[in-house]
């Protein structure tokens, strides 16, 4: 684990987009292909199994740099911000607008920067995290000073509504949770003590099958186009991600015990931010085994579902718009990562 006891980067601001469009347990059942005895029966198990009731889409047409784009602009009014500071542009997302060149190419190009260092990162939807990891590095080292980072994301055009029964709902209700959404992040060089003090991301590749884009794993060895459809075996990953998480917090609580005293790290948090996967599954890990406070722990994914790599930053932008985060104020987050992969882990910072 990286340990800052003094911060290099610290957080700017933090902008997004969320499309305007909700849709409600109601319309996805309705947009499903299938018996209509299931349609029928689709909200209820939505909600049950996965304890969320909306999520937002983008229109028609629109790609990944598109809600970047936006969402930077957002930040750039809120910060008044002159983007010709920024000397390095990464787009972090599960989503690309093409394969070739970087989107974050395309996102330099539609903020009119003529020279940066534009490049992407992509690392499912611990991507974002990933980011601030590397901007934290670069800003360490003398190779950054104003890192922007921003993500795209559009879980609607992978989503697979055809369902014929009940059993298919194992590896496509995930799907059925995704949300559209835009996020943008500025690190800059960090000043007294605020800013990123612990980073700590890992992978245990040996899960990556539980949960994939394209659908089907063997189509680059048979050739042809990309079945763009999500795959996720959601009790299977649920249940690893539950195992290992809890690990991983016992874990992280012996060190903090033993370095810095604390007997509970969730009390010494003003917030724990989790990523969005599902609100059943951030209150059984949470709140049931941790027995972390209810108001520490910012649960979105009811709201906006599962916006991937910017589900994080969407949850901090809704308390920071609710006034009970403030920039600068030395709020204790814990942003929590979870990706397929299987990735997880942690970045801490004083806000």
Known sequence: MQQFEQPRS?????????????????????????????????????????????????????????????????????ASLDINT???????????????????????????????????????????????????????????????ICSGELGSVVCNREVADVKELRTKMGGLTLGDAGAALLLE????GIGL????????????????VPEKEEWRQNGGAINPWF????????????????RYFQ???????????????AASLDFFVPHQISRKLIEEVCLQDMKMPTDKVVITADIYGNTASTAIPLAMRRIMDKGELLLGSGAECFLYGAASGFGMGHIRLRF
């Not at 060089?189 to 007294?192: K, L």
């Open 10 to 78: 610290r957080v700017g601001e933090i902008g997004v987009h969320i499309p305007e469009r909700v849709v409600d347990n109601a319309e996805m059942a309705n947009l499903v292909k299938g018996p209509d005895r299931l349609k029928r029966s689709l909200p209820d198990i939505i909600a049950r199994t996965t304890g969320n009731h909306n999520r937002v889409y983008a229109a028609e047409g629109t790609v990944p740099s598109d809600l970047a784009v936006a969402a930077i602009f957002d930040l750039v009014k809120r």
């Open 86 to 148: 920024v000397d390095t542009l990464i787009f972090a997302s599960t989503d690309m607008d093409m394969m070739e060149p970087a989107t974050a190419n395309i996102v330099q190009e539609r903020l009119g920067l003529k020279c940066v260092n534009s490049f992407d990162v992509s690392n499912a939807c611990n991507s974002f995290l990933q980011a601030m990891n590397i901007g934290n590095s670069l800003i360490a080292t003398g190779a950054a000073r104003r890192v922007l």
């Open 231 to 246: 795959y996720l075996d959601m009790p299977a990953l649920a249940k690893i991600a539950r195992r290992y998480s809890l």
């Open 197 to 212: 003090t612990e980073i700590n991301l890992m992978t245990y590749g040996e899960h990556w099958r539980l949960c994939h």
């Open 251 to 265: 874990d992280y609580e012996r060190i903090r015990r033993d370095h810095f005293g604390e007997k509970d790290f």
């Open 189 to 192: 060089p960090a000043d007294n």
